[in-house]
């Protein structure tokens, strides 16, 4: 069985560009959330979408958007592109909304220089 | 504000040898406290998953406290192997998948 996959596992993205990042979550899994995690820090939430609506927005500027479709798999958008997004971005899974256990992907690796 | 404090920042043993993490947090609303391990440059893998009303859960070598009321907890790894070396990062759940990670401690596992 797949785990959590992601694409692309690397990119190099200039100041000012928009990215867009993907996420397929296990099988089943209803729940996707994303995390930024910068080099030396623990991840930081940044949207949980549960059953393709948002159920969670951590505190990120409005340059950062997400969706999730109807086979819930998701897309984390970033727009505006600053040398500061540069950071490992997690995608996470899991079955329910909440108190479920997460499964993380092993992350898009995003390089703003 | 919500804050996971972990100690120590780093951590070095012989294979072998046990060893114990500390997690302190202030975090509400609580809704349930994880650890997790990540490989560098890799995604985290959960270890356990403890409500306010459990006090311990294993997961193999790995075994988890908590103590809500002191808002403390501890991951205790036995027998550590050279495989353990890893970031062990304290998480706190506030409902939903909105989770406060710790910054982690990171372990090393020599011969």
């Known amino acids: 069985d797949a785990g959590v996959t992601q694409s692309p596992t690397h990119l190099i993205k200039t100041r000012g560009q928009h990215v867009t990042l993907r996420c397929s979550p296990i099988?089943?899994?209803?729940?996707v959330s994303w995390y930024q995690q910068v080099l030396g820090q623990g991840p930081q939430f940044i949207f949980q979408?549960?059953?393709?609506?948002?159920?969670g927005r951590g505190n990120f500027p409005d340059r950062f958007s997400a969706r999730q479709f109807p086979n819930y798999s998701s897309e984390l958008n970033v727009n505006a592109l600053l040398l500061g997004d540069s950071a490992l971005y997690l995608c996470?899974?899991?079955?329910?909304?909440?108190?479920?256990?997460?499964?993380f992907g092993e992350g898009s690796w995003l390089t703003v220089v | 504000k919500n804050q996971v404090e972990q100690s120590p920042q780093s951590l070095i043993i012989l294979e072998g040898k046990n060893c114990t993490l500390q997690?302190?947090?202030?975090?509400?609303?609580?809704?349930?406290l994880r650890w997790y391990k990540q490989d560098t440059g890799r995604g985290p893998v959960s270890l356990t998953i403890?409500?306010?009303?459990?006090n311990t859960k294993s997961n193999g070598r790995y075994t988890a406290t908590l103590d809500a009321d002191t808002k403390q907890s501890s991951l205790h790894i036995t027998a550590s192997q050279l495989s353990d070396s890893a970031s062990y990062i304290c998480?706190?759940?506030?409902?939903?998948?909105?989770?406060?990670f710790g910054t982690g401690t990171r372990l090393q596992v020599f011969p």
């Open positions: 996470a899974s899991s079955y329910g909304s909440s108190g479920n256990t997460i499964y």
């Open positions: 099988s089943g899994h209803k729940s």
């Open positions: 979408y549960y059953e393709k609506e948002e159920r």
């Open positions: 997690c302190n947090y202030t975090v509400s609303p609580f809704s349930n």
């Open positions: 403890m409500t306010f009303s459990e």
């Open positions: 998480v706190v759940s506030l409902g939903g998948d909105k989770l406060i």
